[in-house]
Nanobody
Framework: VQLQASGGGLVQAGGSLRLSCRTS????????MNWYRQAPEKQRDLVAS???????DFVDSVKGRFTVSRDYARNTMYLQMNNLKPDDTAVYYC?????????WGQGTLVTVSS
């Protein structure tokens, strides 16, 4: 199983980024997926969850600004982040639970400047 997160970078407040999480080794069509983030010196927190069918839930702080989508042909999940704020600065990780354990991508850094 591999989860490859990408798409992070430096953006000004109010800008947008789209993160990608390419998966292999899982049946992407039936796997629920998650996005987490970890800000400097803070714990890793759940940002968004998406079911196998594409229904998504978000932490309150990103509701209305972030969306999640899935491309089943590419086995890839996306996190579209709009109206970014400095508080969104973190390393973002994709995650899934498959065959009895959690799997994590390597993380991609998002830095939002004020």
């Amino acid at each position: 199983v591999q989860l490859q997160a990408s798409g992070g970078g430096l953006v000004q407040a109010g800008g947008s980024l789209r993160l990608s999480c390419r998966t292999s080794g899982i049946n992407f069509r039936i796997a629920a997926m998650n996005w987490y983030r970890q800000a400097p010196e803070k714990q890793r927190d759940l940002v968004a969850s998406v079911t196998s069918g594409g229904s998504a839930d978000f932490v309150d702080s990103v509701k209305g600004r972030f969306t999640v989508s899935r491309d089943y042909a590419r086995n890839t999940m996306y996190l579209q982040m709009n109206n970014l704020k400095p508080d969104d600065t973190a390393v973002y990780y994709c995650n899934t639970f498959w065959r009895g354990r959690e799997w994590w991508g390597q993380g991609t850094l998002v830095t939002v400047s004020s």
